[in-house]
């Protein structure tokens, strides 16, 4: 048998990778978990959004302002690409709230300056009773 984990460049296929974690002792990769747009309750329109954030990358001197914002806040580029090319209609008030506390305009969301709505794709008693379990309504 011929041991290839050793030889430099060696990349295990997606048909035995776990396998060679096993061997190797290697933790298995940690994705972040995204959402279908289902799991968020509540949701802010993308085009509010993404105003606000080539308003900031406008004023900003960094020509990547928005992708740095993006490695600081922990989301992948291509995610925020997503966001800003306005492919879905909403974005997950979780992200939207990541994306402007980075920065530094949290405010926005409390202030009304940008909407929080009830995601389009919940029924209204589906989200009354998601509210009422926490004690929103």
């Not at 289902?38 to 993308?46: K, L, R, S």
């Not at 989301?75 to 994306?99: G, N, P, W, Y």
Request: glycine share 8%; with cysteine.
């Amino acid at each position: 048998m011929i041991w290839l984990a050793g030889i430099r460049g060696y990349q295990p296929s997606k048909f035995n990778a776990s396998k060679h974690r096993e061997r190797m002792g290697d933790p298995p990769p940690q994705r972040e978990r995204r959402s279908s747009g289902m799991a968020e309750a509540e949701v802010v329109p993308t085009k509010q959004l993404v105003a606000v954030l080539r308003r900031w990358a406008d004023q900003s001197k960094d020509g990547n302002a928005l992708y740095n914002l993006a490695e600081n806040v922990g989301m992948d580029q291509a995610f925020v690409r997503r966001i800003l090319s306005e492919k879905s209609k909403h974005t997950a008030l979780r992200t939207a709230d990541k994306l402007l506390t980075g920065m530094g305009l949290g405010y926005l969301l409390s202030n009304g300056e940008i909407d929080v709505i009830p995601n389009p794709k919940w029924s209204m008693e589906h989200f009354i009773n998601f509210m009422e379990e926490r004690g929103c309504v």
